[in-house]
Every structure is written in structure tokens, then in C-alpha cells.
């Protein structure tokens, strides 16, 4: 049962028509059956063949039995090729059937299903070519017989006229149901040929419809689509798009949600409720622009003063078009609305920045002048005094010189700082042990005289606040800060001093934009005056000052206290109103490293040369000659040339310990480049730099170079004998 199901359900092809599945598997049907069906018949023909010594018939049944067993057990042999081979083997069995047993045998059973099947597995046609075959071949049997050529002699009684009525009764029942099976299977197959075209029909007429409704469907989407689209690409621009009516107050017709958010709605519905007028901080402007709008038909990037929901001031730049009818009238207003408050912030800061630059250069330039005065000022006194005694009426007078160069060289140190050249020393400092020696320095003491109606109060962090830089520039800063609160508490008042840490995680947007990370902060505060929006952007600039002339320093404060912030890497915060007081907020980076322990006074017995030969390098005359004093004394062998080419020319012959090179030299080549073309000849060639600014990009480039210490002016015995002594003892 199983193999007959396989070979039922597997004769059809994927092209296959129902007709031909059906005849394939009637073929298989009668032909696996038959073959089944057969092999004990077969074998009874087979035994009477051999016993009557027909080994044709044995030989042509047992090929013809392999043969339909080959069609039937491969259904990947051509359908047309099987049936006809499985017909004429039924066509075989009957001829050799015929001639070995006559008319006792089942020869003529098998002609008989050779035309029948013939015309039911291919068609009318081949019914009847297998009938004319039949006829044929009884013909020539009765030829046969009637010559005597063939004769059957197992069978006694048989005549010739016989046979011919038996082929007539054979060839009238074969053609009767031959061609009656022939005509049922073409009206069959016509019949079902009509079904296939209506299926195909049916099935061209669903494809059609499905593609329409899948076109249909395309196009639903694709119009979902573009409509999402639309809806994404309003919605999530950060620029506001909106309709408007015409008129000076105006009301929204359509709004996305940037424009909703931008002003601090809550929703589409509350924003199209209001008016146009009713985000401008002064309606005169959204009258100038309507009139705008008619007379030009458009604004491109009109920047607007306007207000959120809450009243707070907002900067906007606004493009629009006005939509017209038919009749050439303006309907609406469409348009783009960008906020830009950052943007306009970032600008002022940038010319700020810009200001400050350019002041700072030029302070920076007369500061190196100054240093270079104001060195006879502080070094000389100090050469004088060793040389003198203790109870000598000149030491007072030296000692006063001294400190009068070193106020002015503070003066300088603020103009470095404000040119951002200031700040050459970086070690680590508690900034809560900072202020509290500015408390009680006499400087502080000095400003509590000034204004004796002012308590300074402080609120300092338990832990210490570690961070990286120099304390003298961050203790003027602090002085700053309070003289400046001071100063706006003309009635006295309360000064509050106040630290603690902070960690920011989304950058920190005010007078300055504080980025993430964590930082120690300084607040000072005061119940002033107040400083008003006008002079609140220009407080930070150089000379900028409401305080009382000769009262007050130099006028840059303020200007120290930035440029201080800055060269820390930190940041400025500035709160203020007019007659309730101000609030400055510096933030430090935090350090983590630990504090270092003070550093006991060296002796000069450490510094000390012993004869070693040293040239100096400086265009500046009085530099050279204080330095080639202090060296000489300290037993150095000491040698100076004005300019970097007269020290190239020098070394060519005279071979040098070590060289003492001044950065910034004019005219001529400057430092770095004299240390460069000195190396190419001498590279062990040992040197450090001087210089008035702080450490800048050239000396830092020659110190990669090979270059050692470098030395701020104006000299100390200090600072140039121990940057002298541990460049030669390398």
C-alpha cells in the first residue's frame, strides 16, 4: 500500500496539467499492478514456452517484464516516452503471445488494452493508430495461416475462416471501445482545457486585482509615508515652523513642536491660543515687522527680541513669506524661527575674547619694556646690599629702592597676567588655606581700613580644595574679588567668602560657559550696589572701572582677575542686580595630587660657580649687565654679546660651559633660532632661558631642543644661580 501511494502521488510534474497528472497516474496504476500482477501469469507462459521449446517467447516476456518495471519505477523518463513504451510492450506480449500459443494464449487480451489504453493515456489519435496497428497485424496473421507459414500445432482443430471472424468480432469491439474511451478523454481534456482558461483567466484577472491592490496599497503607504516624513521632519528640527495670520496682533494657524518648545508651551492646543503679539517684549516690533511682510512680501534672518511663556528674554532670527490668493491679497504667513540667545552669547564672548586679546597684547608689550627697566630697580639693590653693612645709612634707602621696584614689577605682573603671560609657576594649592593667609595679610588689613563700615565673613569647605597653579596670582585674585565688593558697599555691608566642591555634568551655561567635570568654587558676594546689564558685559575689561580715581589701583582689577581664571583653566560666573548685590563664582579644575611642603631658603653657598665660563645673550644692555654682575659674583667667568648673531660668531672660537639666552631679541634672530643654528656646530652645547613674559611656545620648543631651565625676569641671586648651577652639574 505504501508504494502504491508513492508511486500515486508522485507521477505529476510542477507544469503538469490535471489531465496529465490523472493519466500519469492511471499509468502507473495499471502498469505497477500489471507488473505486480503479472509475474505469476508470467511465469506460467514462460514454463509452457520452455516446454514447447519457444525460447522467443521466454525471451521476449522476461525483457518486456523488466522493461515495465524500468517505466514504471523512473517517473522522470518523459510521460509520451513511458506510455508508448509500456504500450507496445503490451503490444509484444500479445504479437509473441499470438505466435507461440494462437488463439488458447492471451494474446489477443493484450492487443486489446494496447489500443484501449493507448487512446485513454494519449488521446483519440493514438487510439486509432493503435486499432490500425491491430488491424494490420491480424491481417497478416490470417495471411500467415493461409500460406501455411505459420501454424500452431498444439491446436487440432482450427481453420483459417475462423480466425478471420474472430479478427472481425476483435476489430469491431476494439474500435467500439477504443474510440469511445478516445472521444470521452478529448471531450475531457477539451472540458478541462476551457476550466484552464478560465482558471487562467480568473487567475490573470486575481493578479491583476492584487497588483492594483497592492499598487493601491503603495500608495497608501507611500502617502503615510511622505506625511510621517513631513510630520519627522517639522518636528524634529530645532527650528520652529509656523503659519500665521495677517495684522499686528496675528494668531497661529499651524505650529511643529520645536517652535512649542522653544517658547515653553505645553501643548500645540495652548500655543495656537495666543496671540503673535504676545511673544514680542515690545509689540512696536511685531507691528514694524507685519508692515515688513506687506510691503516686501518677506524678512530673511530678521533678528527679534521676543518672550517665552514665562516672560524670560529670548533672541530669535526670523524668516518669512507671505502666502497670497487668487486676487493677489496675503493670506498668511509662513516662516522659520530660529532661536539664537546662544548664539549671540557665544558672540559677545568671542569679541569679548577678541578685546581682551588685543588689550592684552598690547599690555603685554609694554610690560616686557617695563621689566626691563624695572630690573636695575630690583637687582641692583640686591647686588648693593651684599656689598655693604648691616649699620650702612644706604641700606634704608637701597632696601626702599628694592621694594619700590618690586611694587612696579607687581604692576608688571598684572599686565602679564592680563596678557595671559603671567602665570609661569604651577604647584599644587589648598585654596581654603589661601584665603585664610589672605585674611589676615596685611594687604587685606589695608582694604578693612579703607572701607571700616565692611565685615568680611567666610564659609570655607572642611576638606581641603587642592588645585594646580600659582598662589601669588590666586591671592590677588581673591584680594580683587573683595576689593571690588568693598568698593560697592559705599555704606558698608557684608562680604561673604564662601568654598565647596562641585561636580558639573552637562555644561554650565551663564556669564561663562563652565564645561563638565569637577571642580573646586569660589563664591564672593556682597550686598552692593549692584552693576546693571549695560556695564555687566564690559566689568572684565582693562581700565573699566566706576571706582574712585587714586583710590582704587590701577583699573585692572577685575581684568587680573579674569585673565588669572583663565591661565588656571577655569571659569567665571557673574549674578548680579542693581541695589541687591553681586555674586562672583570662579571654578577651579580639582587637583588630586597632594600638597607639597614648603621649601626652606636656599643658601648661596649651593649656587656658587667655581670659575666655570658663561655666556649671556640678551639685546638688552642693562639686562646684561645686571646678569653678568650677579653670575660674576657667584665666581663665574662671564662673558655677554648683544644679539644672537654676534653669539654664533663667539662660539665658533671660544667654547662655552654654558649660555644664558634671552628669548625675545630685536633686531635680528631671536632666541630659538640662535640656540638652533648653535646646536648644528656645538650639539651638547648646555643653555637656559630668560625671559620677561612667562614660559611661551619658543620656550618650550627650544627646551625639546636641549635647552634647560627657564628664568623669569627680573634676576634674583636665586633664580639665575640655581637655574646656572643645575644646567652645569647635568
Known amino acids: 500500500m505504501v508504494l502504491f501511494n508513492h508511486f500515486w502521488w508522485n507521477q505529476s510534474g ?103 489504453l493507448a487512446s485513454l493515456l494519449l488521446g483519440l489519435r493514438a487510439g486509432l493508430f493503435a486499432i490500425i496497428i491491430n488491424i494490420g497485424t491480424f491481417i497478416s496473421f490470417a495471411w500467415l495461416l493461409s500460406t501455411g507459414r505459420l501454424q500452431w500445432p498444439h491446436i487440432t482443430v482450427f481453420a483459417s475462416e475462423r480466425w478471420a471472424t474472430n479478427g472481425y468480432t476483435f476489430y469491431f469491439l476494439s474500435t467500439v471501445v477504443t474510440v469511445s474511451v478516445g472521444v470521452l478523454v478529448n471531450v475531457l481534456e477539451k472540458n478541462l482545457q476551457k476550466e484552464q482558461t478560465l482558471s487562467k483567466q480568473l487567475k490573470l484577472s486575481n493578479i491583476k486585482l492584487a497588483r492594483e491592490n497592492s499598487e493601491r496599497r503603495q500608495s497608501e503607504k507611500a502617502l503615510g509615508q511622505s506625511e510621517e516624513k513631513y510630520k519627522t ?34 501643548n500645540k492646543k495652548k500655543f495656537l491660543n495666543i496671540s503673535v503679539a504676545d511673544l514680542y517684549q515690545n509689540s512696536n516690533n511685531r ?33 518669512a513669506v507671505a502666502v497670497k490668493d487668487g486676487n493677489n491679497e496675503v493670506k498668511y504667513y509662513d516662516g522659520f524661527i530660529e532661536d539664537i540667545t546662544e548664539r549671540k552669547l557665544l558672540e559677545s564672548q568671542l569679541q569679548q575674547a577678541q578685546k581682551m586679546e588685543a588689550i592684552g597684547t598690547l599690555a603685554g608689550g609694554v610690560a616686557h619694556d617695563l621689566n626691563n627697566i624695572l630690573s636695575g630697580m630690583v637687582s641692583y639693590p640686591e647686588l648693593l646690599l651684599m656689598d655693604i653693612s648691616d649699620d650702612s645709612p644706604l641700606k634704608q634707602p637701597l632696601l626702599t629702592i628694592q621694594q619700590s621696584g618690586q ?125 546693571s546689564s549695560q556695564d555687566l558685559g564690559r566689568i572684565f575689561e582693562p581700565f573699566f572701572t566706576k571706582k574712585t580715581m587714586g583710590r582704587s589701583g590701577t583699573g585692572l582689577g577685575m581684568a587680573v582677575v579674569w585673565g588669572t581664571v583663565k591661565d588656571h583653566s577655569g571659569y567665571i560666573d557673574v549674578q548680579s542686580k542693581l541695589g541687591e548685590g553681586t555674586e562672583f563664582t570662579l571654578y577651579f579644575p580639582i587637583s588630586r595630587k597632594e600638597l607639597e611642603k614648603e621649601k626652606p631658603k636656599i643658601s648661596i653657598d649651593r649656587y656658587k660657580g667655581q670659575g666655570e665660563s658663561i655666556l649671556i645673550v640678551d639685546d638688552v644692555k642693562e639686562q646684561r649687565k645686571i646678569a653678568s654682575q650677579m653670575l660674576k659674583k ?81 634676576y634674583s641671586f636665586e633664580n639665575i644661580g640655581m637655574a646656572v648651577k643645575g644646567e652645569l652639574v647635568k
Open 14 to 116: 510542477a507544469l503538469d496539467s490535471t489531465l496529465l497528472i490523472w493519466r500519469k497516474r492511471i499509468f502507473a496504476t495499471i502498469f505497477l499492478c500489471s507488473t505486480l500482477t503479472a509475474a505469476f501469469p508470467l511465469a506460467s507462459n514462460v514454463e509452457y514456452a520452455i516446454y514447447a521449446g519457444q525460447w522467443s517467447n521466454v525471451i521476449v516476456c522476461t525483457l518486456a517484464y523488466l522493461i515495465a518495471l524500468t517505466i514504471v519505477m523512473v517517473p522522470t523518463i518523459p510521460f509520451k516516452t513511458r506510455a508508448w513504451t509500456g504500450l507496445f510492450i503490451f503490444y509484444g506480449v500479445g504479437i509473441t503471445s499470438l505466435i507461440a500459443l494462437g488463439p488458447v494464449g492471451s494474446g489477443r487480451m493484450f492487443l486489446f488494452a494496447f489500443s484501449l
Open 233 to 266: 521632519l517639522t518636528n524634529n528640527l530645532h527650528i520652529g515652523i509656523y503659519r500665521n495670520t495677517v495684522g499686528n496682533e496675528g494668531k497661529f494657524l499651524e505650529a511643529n513642536s520645536a517652535i512649542i518648545q522653544m517658547f515653553g508651551y505645553e
Open 287 to 319: 507691528k514694524n515687522l507685519n508692515q515688513k511682510m506687506l510691503q516686501n512680501g518677506f524678512v530673511r534672518n530678521e533678528e527679534l527680541l521676543l518672550k517665552k511663556k514665562d516672560g524670560s528674554p529670548i533672541v530669535c532670527s526670523v524668516s
Open 407 to 531: 611694587k612696579a614689577a607687581a604692576i608688571v605682573q598684572d599686565l602679564l597676567t592680563l596678557a595671559r603671560r603671567g602665570v609661569s609657576i604651577r604647584e599644587n594649592i589648598d585654596l581654603n588655606q589661601l584665603i585664610e593667609e589672605y585674611l589676615n595679610s596685611p594687604e587685606h588689613q589695608k582694604i578693612l581700613e579703607y572701607h571700616p563700615g565692611i565685615t568680611v565673613v567666610s564659609d570655607l569647605y572642611p576638606d581641603p580644595l587642592n588645585i594646580a597653579g600659582s598662589p601669588v596670582h590666586l591671592s590677588k585674585t581673591v584680594m580683587n574679588l573683595v576689593s571690588n565688593a568693598a568698593e560697592a558697599m559705599p555704606n558698608g555691608g557684608r562680604i561673604r567668602i564662601t568654598t565647596d566642591t562641585c561636580y558639573i555634568d552637562k555644561s554650565l551655561k551663564g556669564y561663562d560657559t563652565v564645561k563638565d567635570g569637577a571642580y573646586v568654587r569660589l563664591k564672593v558676594s556682597d550686598d552692593g550696589v549692584g552693576i
Open 634 to 714: 657667584l665666581g663665574y667667568n662671564v662673558t655677554s654679546v648683544p644679539s644672537g648673531e654676534e653669539a654664533l660668531t663667539y662660539l665658533k672660537e671660544n667654547p662655552t660651559d654654558l649660555l644664558v639666552l634671552d628669548m625675545i631679541m630685536n633686531p635680528g634672530i631671536n632666541g630659538l633660532e640662535t640656540y638652533k643654528k648653535i646646536i648644528q656646530f656645538h650639539p651638547d652645547q648646555k643653555a637656559v632661558i630668560a625671559s620677561g613674559y612667562s614660559e611661551s611656545d619658543l620656550v618650550k620648543k627650544a627646551q625639546r631642543m636641549g635647552a634647560g631651565a627657564y628664568i623669569k625676569k627680573p
